[in-house]
């Protein structure tokens, strides 16, 4: 979906990632994953651990993140341990008694972002990859004149 909003078009970006994510998890037997599951699966396989991180990461509550890794945990996807730095604070992570989610879950995200460059070139992926990594600061505060004016779409080059 080609959006003027560059907001649609990076969640179209992250819908596209997500379905091709879920797809290979039901192929690796790992079936009904949520969308939300299937974000915090992409930060654990990104090496985060700390599930106040995560719900940062994504936006949403630590409860709502404890509410996810309880339902991933009960289902044997994701295990927390105490943190050895920090015995008062717990690490989420893939158990390491053989369940096959970690690697899974990993090679489908570099195999993603490696389909991508073929799809999209190098340059645009650095590209794209450099924007996103870039400290975008603070959300900015819209000041109430914005919604009551007329304000058009950046010039784009």
Do not use: C
Not at 66 to 80: C, K, Y
Not at 96 to 125: C, F, H, Q, V, W
């Amino acid at each position: 979906m080609k959006n003027p909003l560059l907001m649609m078009n990076l969640l179209s970006a992250v819908y596209w990632f997500d379905e091709a994510l879920q797809n290979a998890l039901k192929e690796a037997n790992i079936p009904n994953v949520t969308r939300a599951q299937s974000m915090l699966i992409a930060n654990i396989s990104a090496g985060e651990s700390r599930a106040t991180r995560i719900a940062r990461n994504l936006g949403v509550t630590r409860q709502a993140i404890s509410l996810m890794i309880s339902e991933l945990e009960a289902r044997g996807i994701v295990e927390t341990v105490i943190d050895s730095n920090d015995r008062r604070a717990r690490k989420v992570r893939f158990p390491k008694d053989g369940n096959e989610t970690s690697r899974a879950a990993a090679k489908i995200l570099y195999y993603l972002e490696s389909e991508l460059i073929e799809r999209i070139g190098l340059p645009k992926y650095h590209g794209l990859r450099d924007a996103m990594m870039t400290d975008w600061g603070e959300p900015p505060h819209v000041p109430p004149h914005v919604v009551h004016s007329d304000v058009s779409a950046p010039e784009k080059s």
